[in-house]
């Protein structure tokens, strides 16, 4: 009998016994999901801007957690602080505690004056959904005063911007 490994079941058969996803041990990556993008997305002051990265992810197993890495290219315009956060459903998730100090997020960073420069923020973050259900995540930033950009420099005008690349990648790791 011939063996045969079906990546998308999770499965390799042709011997005893078969292997399966569950059968892994803890720790093991089951599933890897990417996207990227080069699209220009622009946000206002104080309100949540959606990133140009999605992802949609469903668990294979309900205990499973998902490590979701982050790089994102983002311009700001004048002193700004900005922080970043996770959308999971067009909900925030995974920010820090509101303390009275500002932004809350999961990551971040303040902008002063060079309206030139693209800041490249990157984050890890552990989430565990608990079901095996559809969830879309996207990354999401709000900023206190000015414009944001995402791919581009806080400067728009022509030749002076710098353009770039943001990207999501999610990892379901076995529990």
């Given at each position: 009998?011939?063996i045969?490994?079906?990546?998308?079941?999770g499965t390799?058969?042709?011997y005893?016994?078969t292997?399966t996803?569950?059968?892994?041990?803890?720790?093991?990556i089951?599933?890897?999901?990417?996207?990227?993008?080069e699209?220009?997305?622009?946000?206002?002051?104080?309100?949540?801007t959606?990133?140009p990265?999605?992802?949609?992810?469903a668990?294979?197993?309900?205990?499973?957690k998902?490590?979701?890495?982050?790089?994102?290219?983002?311009?700001?315009?004048g002193?700004?602080?900005?922080?970043?956060?996770?959308?999971?459903?067009?909900?925030?998730?995974?920010t820090?505690?509101?303390?009275?100090?500002?932004l809350?997020?999961i990551?971040?960073?303040s902008h002063?004056?060079?309206?030139?420069?693209?800041?490249?923020?990157?984050?890890?973050?552990?989430?565990a959904?608990?079901?095996?259900?559809?969830?879309?995540?996207q990354?999401?930033?709000?900023?206190?005063?000015?414009?944001?950009?995402?791919?581009?420099?806080?400067?728009?005008s022509?030749?002076?911007?710098?353009?770039?690349?943001?990207?999501?990648?999610i990892?379901?790791?076995?529990?």
């Amino acid at each position: 009998m011939p063996i045969v490994i079906n990546g998308s079941a999770g499965t390799i058969t042709g011997y005893t016994p078969t292997v399966t996803t569950s059968m892994l041990p803890t720790g093991s990556i089951i599933k890897v999901h990417h996207n990227d993008s080069e699209t220009k997305v622009q946000g206002s002051a104080d309100s949540w801007t959606v990133g140009p990265t999605s992802l949609t992810v469903a668990l294979t197993d309900s205990n499973n957690k998902l490590i979701i890495q982050s790089t994102n290219n983002i311009g700001a315009t004048g002193d700004n602080e900005v922080a970043l956060a996770l959308y999971k459903d067009s909900t925030v998730t995974g920010t820090a505690s509101n303390t009275g100090y500002g932004l809350q997020g999961i990551a971040g960073f303040s902008h002063r004056g060079n309206s030139n420069a693209v800041e490249c923020i990157q984050f890890n973050f552990e989430h565990a959904p608990g079901d095996t259900n559809n969830h879309t995540y996207q990354i999401v930033a709000k900023q206190q005063v000015g414009t944001i950009r995402w791919n581009r420099s806080g400067n728009t005008s022509g030749g002076d911007s710098i353009e770039t690349r943001s990207s999501i990648t999610i990892y379901e790791v076995a529990v």
